[in-house]
């Protein structure tokens, strides 16, 4: 956004300098990225009077004069046309830099007459385009600064362009008016009113407008006024030079016009010429696609579904809120012009832009928020200009749609300034800022934010506003408040501490943690079980990135991989992140997976080395379990997931249902999928699913020694050939939960061999029963009942013989 410093003074009565102004924008918010004062680079040049003017003897085009300036009688050789004796002109020494040449000017013989300077034209002090001749004062004294003498006749000349930076949040500093606002509730000076002039209406609008019910929402009100009579032509000097200043072209009134008001109180303005209207009707609707239209910069577009657009009865005359249309556009033979003014939804205009590929004023405003309320008073203040300038007279103001209600209020608690922000500012001083920014306030202290402030949308937002205006610079250090005796309250959640622990567990364990995007390509998805359009991405920051992961999985065989491309063969990878079973907020998970590849160790002379297996994946996953305190009892189960090898994985579960692990080698389909070279193993630990325990303790519980004596038993056990040990040991388990401490198989006898002593297709395993007791030592008679529960139960569950 640039503006001038007299322009900010048309808004602003102030007597703070430039230096003042540029300090106190930045501070605000409104970021100063520079500051182009003309008066710095004409410096070095002042006023001198040529007292003596006679031809060049060498040659016919150059003049030889006599210059009085600051220091005396000079002369300077000159090729200027109007070079002559009496006139007042603008001087540069030598060592004085002229911008519009690029050149320091240096002492010279030109042609064999000594030269001691130069006059200067118009564009070579980059004041304008004039280059006929040098510089004519009216006015002046010998020896004055020009920088000072153009402050004095011709203050446009030297008015610095102030540039700031606007943030998304801020579309009312758009407009210098808003601007000027934020400098006022500072203290910089007293805002200007901003009175609405009157329109005397003397005819009927002869242009209708309407707006389809289906785009109320996208462009909820239209107004309009025609003026018949006008005379187009250059604009007043003084506003081609506000435009010029900012970067814009002046073209002709009636459209200069629309671009002052669009930085001068952003309200962006649309002018027809009202003798192009065909069928004297302007409808605003939504594009039905593929209708066509030639902008004002003579660009075709071609309109998508849904973007809004101002049709008349030939077809499309204007995109809303981006550019109008080149056919009905202001010319010079314009005598009859529509005005139009209308608001348009931001998001709307945003993606209409977007797609149009148009990045216009209008469009940069409209698409932040500009003030809907100030639609008619923007319409009247333009419409007033134009028939002073213009000429002509204003038939009524037509109108289509309603005013979108932007009512809200929000509670100011000036307690929080100093709880938010740490800064202790008086309520009375809070109210007054808040008042100086347009909000209203009540007896109450409930705040209603102006129509200009789309962004003000809660009660910390007004917080925010006091303390911007009060400056944070004001941000004083303090120690802080001692704290209270005793410990302090836990601030992690269980889940939180239970996700620490594992990865510290893991990292113990010599397992570097990855951190990798929680999306992946389809082709991963559906390795893993997702893929599915529920949770497939709408707007995916790339192609191979469109759905949400639904393990983690897919993420650490990819870095195994790149790793291995580096030479990295052997891996240990872990992360902990979110997993998605669904596309809703609930089937969310937090995943501790970790992956292991490759060999167990380096390469020795003792053979040590070896290739992971499962076993290696099922100690490290019993470690994390362990580490966020997983029952030991947990049963494991064949049952599990199709990227993990069918006879070499498990799922370890508090029951069939209540899976909390899973474990095993992964199938070499996913492998080749993935381009990584096994051997490679993986667990994945469900944090959540693991029970809290039924007491919270900060501490650690007591370390329980028990001094009976425990007693193990052994058990063989023949099974048919299919008969899993795991069946066997979890039967063996629930024989007596309260005394059977542990289950482990010892021993398997299979084969040829077995099947000659036991029987075709029959197998023998034994089993280890470790009791310990709690109350009392076990008698033989004890363990002679919990000896025949155990073989009962196994019997029961897996058809076994005791072995004899």
């Given amino acids: 956004m640039k503006f001038t410093l007299s322009w900010l003074k048309d808004h602003l009565e102030t007597q703070a300098s430039l230096d003042e102004i540029a300090y106190a924008l930045t501070d605000l918010g409104l970021e100063v990225e520079e500051i182009s004062d003309p008066a710095e680079k004409l410096a070095g040049f002042a006023l001198g009077k040529v007292v003596k003017a006679e031809k060049h003897p060498d040659a016919d085009k150059l003049r030889v004069c006599q210059v ?43 042609r064999g007459q000594e030269s ?45 362009v102030i540039e700031i930076a ?79 200043s900012v970067g814009l072209r002046p073209i002709s009134f009636l459209v200069d016009v629309t671009n002052f008001f669009t930085h001068d109180v952003c309200r962006p303005l649309h ?83 977007r797609a149009l590929k148009i990045n216009s004023d209008a469009r940069y405003r409209f698409e932040r928020g500009i003030d809907p309320l100030y639609t008619p008073e923007g319409l009247d203040a333009a419409c007033a200009m134009i028939l002073e300038i213009a000429g002509g007279e204003a038939s009524e103001a037509v109108t289509a749609g309603a005013m979108p ?9 000036v307690e929080r300034c100093q709880s938010l922000v740490g800064m202790e500012i008086s309520p009375e001083t809070q109210r007054g800022t808040l008042r100086a920014l347009g909000f209203e306030l009540d007896a109450e202290d409930m705040a209603t934010p102006p129509s200009w402030r789309p962004d003000i949308l809660g009660e910390a937002d007004l917080v925010e506003e006091v303390a911007r205006i009060a400056s944070l610079t004001k941000l004083e250090g303090r120690p802080m408040a001692r704290a209270q005796a005793g410990v302090p309250k836990p601030i992690l959640t269980p889940q939180q501490r239970r996700e620490q622990a594992a990865r510290r567990m893991l990292a113990s364990l ?92 380096p390469r020795d002379p003792h053979g040590a080395r070896r290739g992971i297996d499962l076993y290696d994946a099922k100690a490290d996953m019993e470690a994390v379990l362990s580490a966020v305190g997983a029952p030991e009892k947990a049963q494991i189960f064949r049952d599990t997931a199709d990227w993990f090898h069918p006879g070499r994985s498990g799922r370890v579960g508090l029951g069939p249902k209540k899976t909390i692990a899973v474990f ?79 289950v482990r198989v010892f021993d398997e006898f299979a084969g040829p061999k077995a099947e000659a002593q036991m029987g075709e297709g029959r197998k023998s395993l034994a089993i280890t029963v470790r009791l310990q007791p709690v109350e009392k030592t076990l008698t033989e008679k004890d363990i002679e009942a919990v000896s025949a529960k155990i073989v009962e139960k196994v019997k029961k569950a897996t058809g076994a013989e005791l072995r004899g």
């Avoid at 830099?97 to 030109?110: M, N």
């Avoid at 030639?294 to 995109?319: C, N, R």
């Avoid at 809290?692 to 023949?718: C, G, H, M, W, Y």
């Fill in 68 to 110: 009085e300036t600051a220091d005396g009688p000079t002369q300077i050789v000159c090729g200027a046309p109007n070079a002559r004796e009496g006139i007042t002109v603008v001087v540069a020494k030598p060592g004085t830099y002229v911008p519009g040449i690029d050149i320091t000017i240096q002492k010279g013989v030109i």
């Fill in 116 to 160: 001691f300077g130069m006059m200067c034209s118009v564009r070579e002090l980059e004041l304008g385009e004039d280059h006929d001749g040098i510089i004519e004062l009216p006015s002046g004294e010998v020896g004055q600064s020009f920088p000072d003498w153009l402050a004095a006749n011709d203050p446009g000349k030297v008015d610095p």
């Fill in 166 to 244: 606007i943030t998304p949040n801020r579309p009312d500093a758009l407009g210098v008016h808003g601007i000027a606002r934020d400098l006022a509730a500072r203290g910089i000076g007293t805002l200007k009113a901003r009175p609405v002039p009157a329109v005397e209406a003397k005819f009927p609008c002869p242009v209708s407008v309407s707006i389809d019910a289906d785009t109320l929402e996208q462009a909820p009100v239209f107004y309009g006024r025609l003026i018949r009579g006008v005379k187009n032509g250059p604009s007043p000097e003084w506003m081609q030079e506000r435009l010029k």
């Fill in 271 to 353: 002018v027809f010429d009202a003798d192009k209207i065909t069928g004297g009707t302007l409808r605003l609707h939504k594009a039905a696609g593929g209708e066509t239209l030639t902008g004002l910069d003579e660009k075709l577009y071609t309109f998508e579904p849904g973007m809004t657009v101002i049709s008349d009865a030939e077809g499309p005359e204007s995109i809303g809120g981006v550019m109008g249309g080149l056919r009905t556009g202001c010319t010079d033979e314009t005598v009859n012009v529509f005005v139009e003014a209308a608001y348009f939804d931001p998001v709307r205009t945003a993606l209409t832009g």
């Fill in 405 to 413: 209600d932007v009512s809200r209020a929000y509670k100011l608690d």
């Fill in 510 to 601: 010599g397992y570097n943690e990855c951190v990798t995007y929680s999306f992946v390509d389809a082709k991963s998805a559906e390795r893993f079980g997702g893929g599915d359009a529920a949770r497939a991405l709408e707007n995916p920051i790339s192609a191979d990135l469109g759905h949400m992961r639904p393990d983690l999985l897919p993420g650490l065989l990819a870095a195994a991989a790149r790793n291995q491309a580096r030479g990295f063969a052997d891996l240990a990878l872990f992360e902990v992140g979110p997993a998605f079973s669904g596309g809703e907020p609930e089937e969310q998970s937090t995943h501790v997976t970790g992956l292991l590849v490759g060999q167990s160790g």
């Fill in 664 to 742: 095993g080698e992964l199938h070499p389909r996913v492998l080749e999928q993935f381009g990584v070279k096994g051997p490679a193993v993986a667990f994945t630990v469900l944090p959540a699913e693991v029970p809290l325990p039924k007491k919270s303790a900060t501490t650690r519980p007591a370390l329980i020694l028990n001094d009976l004596q425990a007693v193990e038993r052994d058990f063989a056990f023949v099974v048919d050939s299919a008969v899993e040990a795991l069946s066997l040991v979890n039967a063996a388990a629930g024989a007596d939960k309260a005394l059977i401490e542990s």
